[in-house]
């Protein structure tokens, strides 16, 4: 036995180790979570910084003379000719009005690069709505090649040798003059908004992908969420504890665990080899990032329903309710923000699975805003690594682009899931 | 009732006093290791009788061969120490225990001269007809309006919505708190006080209009005031229902009870009016129990 003076002073002692253990165990926390700030705003500070370009595009004014002569030569305006026309001719035949000294094959045509393929289809819609428009001249603002748009943006520089250039030295010149008369600017880019995918980064847009993966995460979330919700209740409540529930727990969480490239191989075989279901649709790939969340949903209702305390299941049996009504009433109102939680993040998940739906054909190029599950489509994060793979210049900044749209309905979800928990948390 | 048994702390464990004090009695007390249940297990009008009840938790042998009767109208006190088998054995008498996977039940008992551990007999309609109130106070996070009416809800017991209210209205008023909680029926009900909320477990129990109730340490997680408000009830309770109640506190089941049940290892080893019980003790080990050598 030491006596009191003595243990004072050997406690005192230890205290300073006790301290100093205590602060580096702070500064060690400390320096890891700085660590992992910096790398996400390192993150965010780049895409936003490679993407934000993308929000506007370089539009060329156009003062074009719908020529009845040119356009609809017998005069009958059917859409059947007027949508046969020669836009793109139009088109030409502007920018050579408006640059009459050009001439020469090969300076027409560096002239008629400066204005975007989409022009003609632009003019096309334009006339296709307003038949009116044939016989009178409009000024049109159109987009211009993705060229232009990257010299505006600072991506090409006027400096280099013009071999090494992709515009010519006459289609700066051409450009300075349209500067000079107000007649190129850039603009809001409401086509990135509202367009499906182009090889043209200039009419490429990322609304094609967003609605695939709108309907890709329905069919995932009316699936998955029922089906992981009853099993789960049901192991969890109903199933008797033996081998076979053991296995199917193991199971369970091993799948959790499974590459998700692996789900899009099944799907492949299962769901469009064997049942036929079509190439490249939402549905499949909803089927498939279904098997993907499952788990993950399976494995949040249960540690949602172990949450809820046993004394509320014995209260409900303890007046005569059956295990249903006890489940249904009771135990499942209070396990319901925890399950929608884990449902919600197994949807971010999804929203962001690429792997699997590259298998079952959803890596398409795909034009056309898909109009149901069964239409052919893309999704955002597969957008991304199509944009990522394309070689001009300005599907750089497309790409970050769309990165910035997914990484906003990720937070968007993410948040969702947060206030969903924080409104409906209870004590008990 | 007003004999109880002497206070613990009167009581010096070991001391010369009370070992002379227990060799006199001795000759008229059954020896501590007989195990056979001394006292009258049967009474003249039984609601539930058990015989022979063996429950086995996996291989733990809880419960050992229990004979009990509980009568109506009358109020039986279980007591005995910590992890002896009273709540486990009140836990059969509604079954309970079905929720346990480990656990089984071996023996008779019966309600109403009908086997409870029988096929035929829906393991639902046993719990309406034997209702029970939790050690912990465990009302619904739910309004204290819905806590009392789930239960007539689910087993349909009301005709349209005037009847449900009236039926929430007796249960709260016969579990005495009807004047507490009349003007805030829609708030939580887990927003009351501790011995509020007991006594609303209580009114969502009795809304059920069952025969028996079941209480199993009722008062253990409340202050002596809250206490007393129960003990008063379950004495008024006992003109319609049959109570069996587990307690700790011999006091309590002094206070509250006519016969009492001493329990000791998942064995029953004495039964008798609670007078009786507490006065003159007949088994050795209920009165090492009463007169606090343990417990």
């Known amino acids: 036995m030491k006596d009191q003076q003595q243990a004072m002073e050997l406690v005192r002692a230890s205290l300073a180790r006790r301290y100093a253990a205590e602060r580096r165990f702070r500064v060690a926390g400390l320096t890891a979570i700085l660590l992992g700030l910096t790398f996400v705003s390192f993150l965010f500070v780049s895409i936003i910084a490679n993407g934000h370009p993308a929000f506007?595009?370089?539009?060329?004014?156009?003062?074009?003379?719908?020529?009845?002569?040119?356009?609809?030569?017998?005069?009958?305006?059917?859409?059947?000719?007027?949508?046969?026309?020669?836009?793109?001719g139009l088109v030409k035949q502007t920018?050579?009005?408006?640059?009459?000294?050009?001439?020469?094959?090969?300076?027409?045509?560096?002239?008629?690069?400066?204005?975007?393929?989409?022009?003609?289809?632009?003019?096309?819609?334009?006339?296709?709505?307003?038949?009116?428009?044939?016989?009178?001249?409009?000024?049109?603002?159109?987009?211009?090649?993705?060229?232009?748009?990257?010299?505006?943006k600072g991506h090409l520089s006027r400096e280099a040798p013009e071999a090494e250039r992709r515009l010519s030295d006459k289609q700066v010149a051409w450009i300075d003059d349209l500067i000079g008369m107000g007649q190129l600017e850039k603009r809001f880019n409401t086509t990135f908004f509202t367009a499906g995918d182009s090889r043209e980064p200039e009419l490429a847009g990322i609304w094609g992908a967003a609605v695939g993966s709108f309907f890709t995460l329905v069919v995932t979330l009316c699936l998955s969420f029922p089906v992981g919700v009853a099993a789960a209740v049901y192991l969890e409540e109903f199933a008797p504890q033996n081998r076979w529930t053991d296995l199917i727990e193991v199971n369970i969480n091993n799948l959790a665990a499974v590459p998700s490239i692996v789900f899009g191989l099944l799907g492949l075989a299962v769901f469009l080899n064997f049942f036929a279901l079509p190439?490249?649709?939402?549905?499949?790939?909803?089927?498939?990032?279904?098997?993907?969340?499952?788990?993950?949903?399976?494995?949040?209702?249960?540690?949602?329903?172990?949450?809820?305390?046993?004394?509320?299941?014995?209260?409900?049996?303890?007046?005569?309710?059956?295990?249903?009504?006890?489940?249904?009433?009771?135990?499942?109102?209070?396990?319901?923000?925890?399950?929608?939680?884990?449902?919600?993040?197994?949807?971010a998940q999804a929203l962001g699975e690429t792997a699997p739906l590259l298998m079952i054909g959803m890596?398409?190029?795909?034009?056309?805003?898909?109009?149901?599950?069964?239409?052919?489509?893309?999704?955002?994060?597969v957008q991304i690594y199509l944009w990522a793979d394309s070689p001009e210049r300005a599907f750089v900044e497309k790409t970050s682009a769309a990165i910035m749209v997914l990484l906003s309905f990720l937070i968007v979800m993410n948040a969702f899931a947060i206030m969903l928990r924080k409104r409906f948390e209870r004590r008990w | 009732m007003e004999t109880v048994a002497k206070p613990r702390d009167d009581e010096t464990p070991g001391g010369v006093d009370v070992a002379e004090t227990l060799d006199t009695v001795q000759s008229a007390t059954v020896d501590r290791d007989d195990r056979q249940t001394v006292g009258d297990i049967t009474v003249e009008q039984p609601r539930m009788c058990c015989r022979d009840v063996n429950v086995y938790y996996g291989d733990k042998h809880a419960i050992k061969s229990v004979s009990l009767d509980i009568g109506t109208n009358e109020v039986i006190a279980m007591i005995g120490p910590s992890g002896?088998?009273?709540?486990?054995?009140?836990?059969?008498?509604?079954?309970?225990?079905?929720?346990?996977?480990?656990?089984?039940?071996?023996?008779?008992?019966?309600?109403?001269?009908?086997?409870?551990?029988?096929?035929?007999?829906?393991?639902?309609?046993?719990?309406?007809?034997?209702?029970?109130?939790?050690?912990?106070?465990?009302?619904?996070?739910?309004?204290?309006?819905?806590?009392?009416?789930?239960?007539?809800?689910?087993?349909?017991?009301?005709?349209?919505?005037?009847?449900?209210?009236?039926?929430?209205?007796?249960?709260?008023?016969?579990?005495?708190?009807?004047?507490?909680?009349?003007?805030?029926?829609?708030?939580?009900?887990?927003?009351?006080?501790?011995g509020q909320q007991q006594r609303l477990c209580i009114a969502r129990a009795i809304a059920v209009s069952p025969e028996v109730i079941l209480m199993d340490e009722p008062c253990s997680?409340?202050?002596p005031i809250a206490t007393a408000v129960i003990e008063e009830l379950i004495d008024e309770l006992r003109a319609q229902y049959s109570i069996a109640i587990v307690t700790h506190s011999m006091q309590q089941a002094a206070r509250v009870s006519q016969r009492t049940a001493y329990f000791h290892l998942g064995d029953l080893i004495e039964v008798g009016d609670t007078d009786q019980v507490f006065t003159t003790p007949r088994h050795q080990l209920t009165e090492d129990y009463i007169t606090g050598r343990f417990g």
């Open chain 1, 56 to 88: 506007w595009q370089t539009v060329i004014q156009l003062e074009v003379k719908f020529d009845s002569q040119f356009l609809d030569p017998t005069g009958e305006r059917s859409p059947d000719v007027l949508s046969a026309a020669d836009y793109g």
């Open chain 1, 363 to 381: 890596v398409a190029f795909i034009v056309d805003i898909p109009g149901s599950a069964f239409d052919p489509s893309t999704v955002l994060p």
């Open chain 2, 221 to 223: 997680a409340l202050d």
């Open chain 1, 95 to 152: 920018l050579r009005e408006m640059f009459p000294d050009v001439s020469g094959r090969r300076d027409k045509r560096e002239l008629y690069g400066l204005v975007s393929t989409g022009a003609a289809y632009q003019l096309r819609n334009m006339v296709m709505s307003e038949p009116a428009l044939v016989g009178s001249t409009k000024k049109v603002w159109v987009p211009a090649d993705d060229d232009v748009d990257m010299l505006m």
């Open chain 1, 279 to 347: 190439r490249s649709a939402p549905v499949v790939g909803g089927l498939v990032l279904t098997l993907m969340t499952l788990p993950t949903i399976i494995i949040a209702s249960r540690a949602a329903l172990k949450s809820v305390p046993p004394s509320i299941r014995e209260a409900a049996l303890g007046i005569g309710s059956s295990k249903v009504q006890m489940v249904v009433h009771h135990v499942l109102p209070l396990a319901l923000p925890g399950m929608l939680t884990g449902t919600i993040i197994g949807m």
């Open chain 2, 84 to 194: 002896c088998g009273k709540s486990t054995f009140l836990r059969c008498l509604n079954r309970m225990n079905d929720t346990i996977p480990t656990c089984r039940v071996e023996g008779e008992i019966t309600m109403d001269g009908e086997d409870i551990y029988s096929k035929k007999l829906d393991v639902v309609l046993l719990r309406a007809r034997v209702g029970m109130v939790f050690q912990k106070p465990n009302p619904f996070p739910k309004s204290i309006y819905e806590n009392v009416a789930f239960g007539p809800r689910i087993h349909g017991l009301a005709r349209g919505k005037t009847d449900l209210d009236e039926i929430v209205e007796t249960s709260l008023k016969r579990a005495g708190l009807w004047d507490e909680v009349k003007d805030r029926m829609d708030q939580p009900g887990t927003g009351l006080s501790g």
